[in-house]
């Protein structure tokens, strides 16, 4: 199957927020934060259900990311062929943070 991967508005936010935090810490981080970003969104775009951990309630999955304590939080709709990307977050924070920007949930 063939997937459109849609981002929220926060999801941006969030990346940028997270890049403009390590390239303050090193340059070039940030850099390498983006590059993981890509390659995660990758994965997810190829097979949205491999590797990812999955809410117990609801249609909500999560990726984390390799090499940064980050996580993906997106949503499948699988009818539409839909994949909504809502938030790349720390991996410590509450899901909280994004239950809000995904519908129905």
């Known amino acids: 199957m063939s997937w459109k991967l849609v ?3 926060e999801f941006r936010d969030d990346a940028a927020a997270a890049v403009d935090w390590y390239e303050s810490k090193s ?3 940030g850099i390498a934060f983006v590059d993981e970003m890509i390659s995660v969104l990758g994965q997810i775009d190829a097979n949205p ?3 990812s951990r999955r809410h117990p309630s609801k249609n ?3 990726r984390f990311t390799d090499r940064f304590p980050y996580k993906v ?6 009818p539409d062929g ?3 990307v809502a938030a790349v977050l720390h ?3 509450h899901y909280k943070r994004w239950i809000g920007r995904i519908d129905g949930a």
């Open 60 to 62: 909500i999955r999560w």
């Open 7 to 9: 981002f929220r508005p």
């Open 73 to 78: 939080v997106y949503e499948v709709l699988e």
């Open 91 to 93: 991996a410590a924070h």
């Open 82 to 84: 839909v994949i909504v």
């Open 27 to 29: 340059p070039g981080l």
């Open 49 to 51: 259900l491999h590797r």
